[in-house]
């Protein structure tokens, strides 16, 4: 059996957790061998750690986990993200993001993304003409051509590196983007404490995860796609919350966020939730913008 990693909780320190949310064959119980096939795709039998409720602040997260070690030899044979999702439906979605961050008032300085694959919001960002350097973190080399290329041929630095930011002048970005990253990381807090520092006051911070509070949730439990082995930690409007909080932003605003999917995606996707395989069904593609189960929050400096 392999020796995984046995965690406090990530958000307060509190070892007081107590189990919620567990597949019916659980993860710890795996050796780390057979346990890689259940890394990524979709299977008919879920398997992943088991998530527990931090007594101390409420977050959801897994108290047994994979160590960093594992976790590099897990990401360094992953499929690309989302590829059974269109292109168009994934702009959609991202442009989303870029237009709740506008009405926020973007302000002019140095832009910083965190895991944002081959641009989407970056190309945005770009044609606004309101950021002097590109600031980009992205672990996935194959992308990084198509990356540069959205930022239209302004300054910008694309590292792989995840976990230290210091190349990032203090106090010279405006706005910094994390989509669908914060629930994949095993140290959040440090994270976000040090994405804080390369904000300007008043600069933003935008982040988007699962929502381990909606009704998708509740209604497909230990079934919804989120509890899989890829997120040690899932949040909810109050703990994301209180994790920027804590981290140091002074205002946190968070909403349910819209995505857009393909008809025949959704319902395939609804299908294997509730436990059904349609296999090849013809189903329409007609394109649907959601609020399903994520949210997004702004958080300020």
């Given at each position: 059996m392999a020796a995984y990693l046995q965690r406090d909780c990530p958000l307060c320190g509190s070892n007081g957790a107590e189990a919620e949310v567990s597949s019916d064959r659980r993860g710890e119980d795996f050796p780390f061998g057979e346990l890689q096939p259940y890394w990524s795709g979709l299977f008919r039998e879920k398997v992943f750690f088991t998530y527990a409720r931090c007594g101390g602040c409420g977050l959801l997260y897994c108290p047994t986990y994979f160590t960093p070690g594992q976790l590099t030899q897990l990401y360094a044979d992953m499929a690309p993200n989302m590829d059974l999702v269109p292109s168009a439906s994934l702009s959609a979605t991202q442009s989303g993001y870029w237009h709740a961050l506008k009405r926020?008032?973007?302000?002019?300085?140095?832009?910083?993304?965190?895991?944002?694959?081959?641009?989407?919001?970056?190309?945005?960002?770009?044609?606004?003409?309101?950021?002097?350097?590109?600031?980009?973190?992205?672990p996935n080399g194959s992308v990084h051509n198509?990356?540069?290329?959205?930022?239209?041929?302004?300054?910008?630095?694309?590292?792989?590196?995840?976990?230290?930011f210091s190349a990032v002048p203090?106090?010279?970005?405006?706005?910094?983007?994390?989509?669908?990253?914060?629930?994949?990381?095993?140290?959040?807090?440090?994270?976000?404490?040090?994405?804080?520092?390369?904000?300007?006051p008043g600069g933003v911070l935008l982040i988007v995860t699962h929502n381990e509070k909606s009704l998708l949730c509740r209604a497909t439990a230990m079934r919804w796609p989120p509890f899989c082995l890829?997120?040690?930690?899932?949040?909810?409007?109050?703990?994301?919350?209180?994790?920027?909080?804590?981290?140091?932003?002074?205002?946190?605003?968070?909403?349910?966020?819209?995505?857009?999917?393909p008809l025949d995606f959704m319902v395939h996707q609804a299908a294997y939730g509730l436990g059904l395989k349609l296999g090849k069904l013809p189903l329409p593609k007609l394109p649907l913008g959601l609020k399903l189960g994520n949210i997004q929050a702004i958080a300020t400096r």
């Open positions: 926020t008032g973007v302000a002019a300085g140095d832009y910083l993304e965190i895991g944002p694959d081959i641009g989407y919001i970056v190309g945005h960002a770009a044609a606004s003409g309101r950021f002097g350097h590109f600031w980009l973190f992205e198509a990356l540069a290329r959205a930022t239209g041929g302004r300054p910008h630095i694309i590292s792989t590196e995840m976990n230290d203090v106090g010279s970005v405006s706005v910094a983007v994390m989509i669908h990253v914060l629930d994949h990381l095993l140290d959040p807090m440090a994270t976000l404490r040090a994405i804080r520092i390369t904000l300007k890829q997120h040690p930690e899932i949040y909810n409007p109050d703990t994301i919350s209180l994790m920027a909080r804590t981290a140091g932003f002074s205002m946190v605003k968070v909403e349910r966020s819209t995505n857009h999917f």
